[in-house]
Nanobody, 125 residues
Framework: QVQLVESGGGLVQAGGSLRLSCAVSGRTLTLYAMGWFRQAPGKEREFVAVISRSGRITSYADSVKGRFTISRDNAKNTVYLQMNSLKAEDTAVYSC??????????????????WGQGTQVTVSS
């Protein structure tokens, strides 16, 4: 089991940028594929982005493709989500998740083992 702590959320105007961080502790990050998910009020949790253990494979939801970038720094045990050109519909609680896996980049929330508490992102229009 690992502990995940997100940071970097906040209030930003439409068109602006934020970078979320997910600090991982308890075990080495290199064992895990990492995902970002979000949940808006009244909506189900949805996949945003995922990065494989090696970092060579990434995948994005269509709604964020070209605007968001997921990355990882295994030396710092941290995963990032760079969010550019933010829109009002990006407003949600963003959570990172860890999946103990040999390979791959799963997008379904139930494939993940550990979750952070989330950080609020609010985009004003």
């Amino acid at each position: 089991q690992v502990q995940l702590v997100e940071s970097g959320g906040g209030l930003v105007q439409a068109g602006g940028s934020l970078r979320l961080s997910c600090a991982v502790s308890g075990r080495t990050l290199t064992l895990y594929a990492m995902g970002w998910f979000r949940q808006a009020p009244g909506k189900e949790r949805e996949f945003v982005a995922v990065i494989s253990r090696s970092g060579r494979i990434t995948s994005y939801a269509d709604s964020v493709k070209g605007r968001f970038t997921i990355s990882r720094d295994n030396a710092k045990n941290t995963v990032y989500l760079q969010m550019n050109s933010l829109k009002a519909e990006d407003t949600a609680v963003y959570s990172c998740a860890a999946r103990l896996a040999l390979s791959g980049a799963a997008t379904a929330p139930d494939r993940y083992d550990d979750w952070g508490q989330g950080t609020q992102v609010t985009v004003s229009s």
